[in-house]
C-alpha cells in the first residue's frame, strides 16, 4: 500500500514505512519544509516505534538545510526508541554527509536492498 504526498512516496512494508522523493532536486526552502512536515507526521503517527528507510535513489542535489532536517527527524526517531535507515545517497550528496560527519550519525547503506536486509 503506498500513500502519494506531493514530495513523497511512502510505501508500508509491515511495521517498515519506506521513503522515496519525488523530486530530483531538493533545493527550495518550500519544498524541505513540506518534506519535514510530512516525515514528522509519518513519525508522530505511529503508536509503535518508527521504522523508517528513506531512499534518495531519485535524488540528485540536496541542499544542505535538508541536513538540519534529517538530524531533526533522526531525533525524533530516537525518541520514540525508532530506527531510521537511509540509502542510495549518490557519491557527491554522500561527500557532504562525510564532510559534515553526518555518516557516523545515520545508518547509510549503498542500497535499498542492503538497508532492508540490515532490519
Do not use: C, W
Not at 510530512?38 to 540536496?62: C, G
Not at 542510495?88 to 557516523?104: A, G, H, S
Amino acid at each position: 500500500m503506498a500513500e502519494e504526498t506531493t514530495r513523497l512516496k511512502v510505501t508500508k512494508l509491515g511495521t517498515l514505512s519506506l521513503v522515496q522523493f519525488a523530486d530530483r532536486r531538493i533545493l527550495d526552502e518550500l519544498v524541505l519544509q513540506e518534506i519535514e512536515e510530512s516525515l514528522m507526521k509519518l513519525v508522530a503517527e505511529r503508536d509503535q516505534p518508527p521504522r523508517l528507510l528513506i531512499s534518495f535513489s531519485n535524488v540528485d542535489h540536496l541542499a544542505s538545510a535538508a541536513l538540519g532536517m534529517l538530524i531533526t527527524l533522526n531525533k525524533r526517531v530516537k525518541e520514540k526508541s525508532g530506527l531510521l535507515k537511509l540509502s542510495d545517497i549518490k557519491p557527491q550528496i554522500y561527500e557532504v554527509f562525510k564532510i559534515t560527519r553526518l555518516n557516523k550519525m545515520f545508518d547509510i547503506y549503498d542500497t535499498l536492498e542492503q538497508a532492508r536486509a540490515s532490519l
